[in-house]
């Protein structure tokens, strides 16, 4: 039976268009991003007017005696144009940060695909290897990803943006008066230079590995014998190694210095979570689609049943993580930590608290039956919100930072979003084409096939 | 008298396929007895659907509300405390430092009402009589009991020994169950 995937045209159609509708917005929140001070000045102006403005009373009340008694607003009671400065480079960073939060979104989505799938060859798990060609077509996303992350990094290092504060010269020279004394504690970790370099370590390991596991499970479906499957065995093993400590730092580079004076140590492991929930999340719902086209055959309700209860248990885990993050800190109540939740709450309060019900309220209440685990529509409907929870996830780890209360979702947000979507379905329904649906050569198919909750 | 008969069998997987052959034929079983879990057999038997999921999550309710109410009471009402530097008194806005109690409260309760339900439900207490018929079957065999009824009883043990069990003998019908 030929189990070769074929790329529909309409889907092909479908990535096409939203690629191109992403580009438009992205490319559209670039040009009307404000250039001047002046720019600033008006857009407040006309929020204010509608209605639209979050700020207290008093910021309203400036900004319109502004208005009216000096158009260059210089002889402001709260330090001049240094708010509108602030705001012209909270609102530049906006869609850069868009970009990024969705570029890394979908990172996150092939790197902890490639690990649970690593996770399944280390641990020789029976269930799995139906859905190993499923996980190798969401990993083919990777090295796009890679380049693209590695692409924005130089652009922040090279200062064609500024979304990375500590990367601004001025903030490490003792002459400066913008000088601060943290960030140039961290200089060793946070320099341009060390911090490319570590970028480039992290994906050259990631996309070996995801190089060499795609080689050696097609090389087994050749095979007479183990030997491919027992050197993807070791490579599993020594890849996981690598991960664990690389995504933590990963972490901590990509994400968790956009608040460089701030730091939580279980960070590594709260994107981890975040990550795999959103990775499981998609082996299901591509598996569950390419089911209903009549492929997947050897797929069962079982399988969706074991990725089901890993996303409701992976939900959960990142809660866990979430609150040990938020409890300690907000227990202790020490100013240079509970400032990042004190922003979160005060400025990001729907989608900081949206975000726990959208990844654990939801998931609890609609996994926790173990028979809508095996319903797959409702597998898709919780895996939607759980997706749409995550990217908020990240949008709150990134955002408060870069553009702080100037933050909408809007052109840049959803363009950036809807952009790499396409590209991912396109990238991933194209690598699924290239080979065999069935890893036929993976010694625990048998069990696999059977394989019965 | 009614009468019920005991096949016995010294694997699982020849019982499982026994059980169903048994169905097919339309003979009753009335209990079957096993020295541990047989995965599958509940659904090979035709039993309803434990229900006990459902009284997992209501005892988890109610040991989270349980945890709220005690908490709320303990530490806000009957003696205020100040929390972590923040002497708000109210439930809400303390709530980060309940948690833990409301997770674990919540786990407990589920958890031992959950194991009780299920002793009760299978009339298990201490010093209860055993009910299985054969000592065997806390060991390594496996019993099935099937209602004679109206059958013919050599019949039916033909049939049995023919899905592979290893002895087969007739009992009496006992009231108590």
């Known amino acids: ?453 | 008298m009614s009468k019920v008969i005991h096949a016995i069998y010294n694997d699982d997987d020849i019982l499982m396929n026994a059980v169903k052959a048994v169905r097919k034929e339309h003979y009753h079983i009335e209990e079957v007895y096993t020295p541990f879990p047989v995965h599958g057999l509940e659904k090979a038997m035709g039993l309803e659907d434990t229900r006990i999921a459902i009284t997992a999550f209501m005892y988890g309710c109610v040991g989270l509300t349980v945890a709220i109410v005690m908490m709320n009471f303990i530490m806000i009402e009957d003696w205020p405390q100040d929390i972590g530097g923040k002497p708000s008194f109210s439930y809400i806005e303390n709530m980060p430092a309940f948690v833990p109690i409301m997770f674990e409260l919540t786990v407990f309760f589920a958890a031992h009402l959950m194991v009780i339900t299920f002793y009760m439900r299978s009339k298990l207490w201490p010093f209860k009589k055993a009910e299985n018929p054969d000592v065997r079957t806390t060991d390594d065999h496996f019993l099935m009991a099937i209602d004679a009824g109206h059958h013919d009883v050599d019949q039916v043990s033909q049939f049995l020994t023919g899905t592979g069990a290893i002895e087969i003998s007739l009992h009496d019908k006992e009231d108590d169950h």
């Open chain 1, 1 to 453: 039976m030929d189990t070769t995937y074929k790329l529909p045209s309409k889907l092909k159609l479908f990535a096409i268009i939203f690629m191109v509708v992403g580009a438009i917005g992205m490319i559209t929140g670039f040009l009307t991003a404000p250039k001047t001070i002046e720019d600033v000045k008006a857009i407040e102006a006309s929020h204010h007017s509608d209605g639209h403005g979050e700020e207290d009373a008093t910021a309203t009340n400036d900004a319109g005696g502004h208005d009216a008694a000096d158009a260059h607003g210089a002889a402001d009671a709260h330090g001049g144009d240094a708010h509108y400065e602030h705001v012209l480079h909270q609102m530049q960073n906006r869609p850069w940060s868009a970009l990024y939060i969705a570029s890394f979104f979908f990172f996150m989505i092939a790197l902890g695909t490639l690990a649970f799938y690593a996770i399944q060859h280390a641990s020789q798990a029976g269930w799995s290897p139906v859905l190993f060609r499923v996980m190798e077509g969401i990993t083919a996303y990777l090295p796009i990803a890679s380049i693209i992350i590695i692409v924005l990094l130089l652009l922040s290092v090279f200062h064609v943006n500024h979304i990375f504060h500590w990367m601004d010269p001025d903030l490490i020279n003792p002459e400066s008066d913008k000088y601060d004394k943290l960030i140039d504690g961290k200089k060793g970790w946070l320099n341009g230079g060390w911090f490319i370099v570590r970028a480039i370590i992290y994906l050259a390991g990631y996309n070996a590995y995801r190089y060499f596991s795609r080689k050696w499970t097609l090389n087994q479906d050749n095979a007479n014998d183990n030997r491919w499957f027992k050197k993807n065995f070791k490579l599993a093993a020594g890849f996981l190694v690598f991960f664990i400590y690389t995504e933590s730092m990963m972490s901590w580079d990509w994400i968790m210095s956009f608040d460089p004076h701030w730091f939580s140590t279980l960070f590594g492991w709260y994107v981890f979570a975040g990550m795999m929930v959103s990775a499981i999340t998609v082996i299901a719902m591509v598996t569950i689609f390419l089911k209903s086209q009549g492929y997947l055959e050897f797929v069962n309700d079982s399988h969706i049943h074991d990725l089901a209860k890993f996303m409701f248990a992976f939900s959960i885990f990142w809660t866990y993580l979430w609150f040990s993050q938020f409890m300690l800190i907000w227990y202790a109540n020490i100013p240079e930590e509970v400032t990042y939740f004190i922003t979160r709450i005060e400025d990001y309060n729907l989608p900081f608290f949206g975000m726990l019900a959208m990844n654990f309220v939801f998931p609890l209440l609609l996994l926790m039956n173990s028979d809508y685990k095996r319903v797959n529509w409702f597998v898709i409907m919780a895996g939607i919100v759980i997706l749409a929870g995550h990217y908020i996830d990240v949008f709150n780890m990134v955002m408060p930072a870069t553009v702080g209360k100037s933050w909408y979702i809007g052109l840049p947000e959803i363009g950036s979003l809807l952009f790499f979507f396409g590209l991912f379905v396109y990238v991933v329904f194209s690598a699924l084409t290239k080979a065999p649906l069935l890893a036929k050569g993976s010694p625990f198919m048998g069990e696999s096939k059977k394989f019965h909750y």
